[in-house]
């Protein structure tokens, strides 16, 4: 009736096995280390900059106690804070000999202390959020009225070339702020200019005015439109600097929106401000440009010569110089993918780039206009533009068009990520940053951990004296829910606040209500005189309804937190869900696997250890028994 089948048990052991080893790097804390990323888009963190970094280690009299190198960055760990400053100093002379361009960020950093077979298991700790591992945050102001004006010259440029393309002659366009001002010799003109841009460019209203023999046409932005465009401008933002700050490996970064026009950027772990703000500096803008190739621009390239009026020197990454006219001809906002893959008639690699409508038809005028000339791909970061690729124009292009040839399959992954990481729609600059230090944080680590620990004791206590030995299969049950809990948040990387920690604590309040059910059910079966082995049958059966409906109810609360929540809400309300699952499967599951395993065997069981059950006597009055 009360004994499990083996392979129950063998669930048992596997779950209890996976969720002590995902638990366990949690316990071993956080030691200082050095991060080394890259500070440029075109540069890579690898195997042969960890030879640069051991190197200049050793050269300074710093031995680190592991290396690791994923996701794009490099991290030394060290035994002590001295050792890691010293590690630090060292490591930025070796790799970044000129402040002024650096083409790496070297920072303070913390990292697991777990033992090298954990993290060969993939079982890495949680992530702890900024109050509770310290960081940096910034609130950044995104310049709305910039991402206008860019938009109003983007509306210049387009209507330049419509009032070509449709032979409306003797037009003047320019822009005066965030208004578009067009002169016409004549009024017919003025008429079919203006019916044009109510046809094609709807997001401009227009008025006309009459000076002298000239005939003026004045487009504005209108509102709607205006508050479109900043809400792009905000996301798009927001986008770019989750692909940057991704890149350099912090752990969890919080990057999300906050007012109309203001971005919130925290960054758990990073204890450097001035390198918190080059990671947020690694913005790029992409560019496209036709490279000159005239007999001047040619002798500047090759023998560098003086540089042409009207073009400018910029360098590829082998050192190579590339002359490349001013004029932009599109830039990173008119690329909307960039994909890897390999040609299938020369089966070399490549990179399919998309562009929107408008860079679709400026590349297909340019490339009409200039057929079998080079055109430049710029990408610029704090102002420095380097040139990722030159290659001439072999067709016809549009919104579709390839990047091939003298390309291997690395360089065109490389080439691919750079064009899609995009650019800033709107500059932003830092209205406020606050540094929490690790001290700060590990003192309320300690707090929660003492909250939780104190809260777990006092329901240990009270479970063991008021349900004998049932209550102590109760708290070793509560003590898998909460291991359990930490593995799962462990395994998912989830990032661990202080609201998690009220959570986690909440959750052991509410696990132990299972078993609270299950015992009292079983008291009273034993009460109504059924017999132990029938009772403790009965009591999981029968108590495992009114589990189950209490728990969905308050799981469908915490999914609505999770659904409708933001910020340290949504904290909560992940532990709170995954704390009610796992509680499920200890309080039920588990907490019965340990009283068939103890009680099961025991044909004959007169009694058992459940505290003090009260039966009714028939004359009214009740009798305790002790079982």
């Known amino acids: 009736m009360n004994r499990y089948p083996v392979w129950k048990y063998a669930i048992i052991v596997i779950v209890l ?9 949690n316990f071993f804390g956080e030691a200082p280390a050095v991060q080394v990323s890259a500070a440029k888009s075109t540069v890579k963190v690898e195997a042969a900059t960890q030879g640069r970094v051991e190197e200049a280690l050793k050269t300074a009299g710093v031995k680190p106690d592991l290396f690791t190198l994923e996701g794009g960055s490099l991290r030394a760990r060290f035994a002590t804070a001295d050792e890691q400053i010293k590690a630090r100093d060292a490591v930025q ?17 913390l990292v697991s202390r777990s033992p090298a077979w954990l993290t060969a298991l ?38 330049r070339t419509t009032f070509r393309d449709k032979g409306i002659r ?3 366009v320019n822009r005066n702020g965030q208004t578009i001002e067009v002169s016409f010799r004549d009024a017919a003109a003025l008429q079919t200019a203006k019916q044009l841009i109510q046809d094609q460019f709807q997001d401009l209203t227009t008025t006309d005015s009459q000076d002298g023999n000239l005939w003026r046409l ?26 940057r700050i991704n890149e350099l490996g912090v752990a969890e970064p919080v990057i999300q929106q906050q007012g109309l026009d203001r971005i919130v950027v925290q960054l758990p772990g990073v204890q450097d401000t001035a390198k918190a703000k080059d990671i947020l500096g690694r913005t790029a803008t992409l560019e496209m440009r036709l490279v000159d190739e005239s007999a001047e621009g040619r002798a500047a390239e090759l023998s560098g010569g003086p540089v042409p009026f009207g073009s400018e020197k910029f360098f590829e990454r082998n050192g190579r110089a590339v002359i490349v006219k001013k004029q932009v001809l599109v830039t990173g906002e008119n690329l909307t993918d960039a994909q890897p893959g390999f040609d299938q008639q020369s089966n070399q690699p490549k990179v399919d780039l998309t562009m929107d409508a408008k860079g679709g038809r400026i590349m297909r005028d340019v490339s009409r206009e200039n057929f079998k000339k080079r055109m430049a791909m710029l ?4 102002g420095k533009g380097e040139v990722l690729t030159a290659p001439s124009i072999n067709g016809e292009l549009g919104n579709r068009f390839q990047i091939s040839g003298s390309m291997n399959v690395v360089e065109a992954n490389d080439l691919a990520l750079l064009l899609r990481a995009g650019s800033l729609a709107a500059p932003m600059e830092i209205i406020q940053e606050r540094t929490i230090g690790p001290s700060l944080g590990a003192d309320n680590i300690e707090k929660g951990f003492k909250s939780v620990m104190y809260g777990f004791l006092a329901i240990m206590v009270f479970m063991c004296a008021y349900y004998a030995l049932f209550g102590l299969f109760s708290s070793i049950a509560l003590a898998v829910n909460l291991m359990l809990l930490v593995a799962i948040l462990s395994m998912l990387q989830a990032t661990l606040t202080l609201p998690g920690i009220a959570a986690m604590a909440l959750a052991i309040g509410v696990a132990i209500d299972s078993n609270v059910l299950i015992n009292e059910r079983v008291r009273e079966e034993l009460r109504n005189g059924a017999s132990p082995q029938a009772a403790i049958h009965a009591g999981y059966d029968r108590a495992w309804g009114t589990i189950l409906d209490s728990n969905v109810t308050t799981l469908i609360a915490g999914i609505a937190l999770l659904a409708f929540g933001s910020g340290p809400i949504r904290g909560f309300a992940v532990v709170h869900c995954i704390g009610i699952v796992t ?20 044909k004959k069981l007169k009694t058992v250890s459940i505290g003090t059950v009260w039966r009714p006597k ?7 028994e002790g079982k």
């Open 583 to 602: 509680s499920m499967f200890s309080a039920v599951f588990f907490s019965r696997g340990l009283v068939n395993f103890w009680y099961g065997q025991k």
């Open 17 to 25: 096995l996976v969720g002590l080893i995902y638990s366990l790097p």
């Open 93 to 109: 002379r070796a790799l970044v000999p000129d402040p002024a361009d650096p083409s790496y960020v070297v920072a303070l950093n």
């Open 122 to 159: 993939h079982a890495f700790p949680m992530y702890l959020g900024l109050d509770l591992r310290g960081g940096v945050d910034f609130l950044l102001q995104v310049d709305m009225k910039g991402a206008i004006d860019k938009k109003a010259e983007s509306f210049a440029g387009d209507l």
């Open 170 to 172: 003797g037009t003047s």
């Open 618 to 624: 028939t004359d009214g009055t009740a009798v305790a």
């Open 379 to 382: 990408i610029f970061e704090k």
């Open 218 to 243: 004045t487009a504005t932005i209108k509102p709607e439109a205006a508050r479109r465009l900043q809400d792009a401008a905000l996301k798009q933002n927001i986008t770019t600097l989750h692909n």
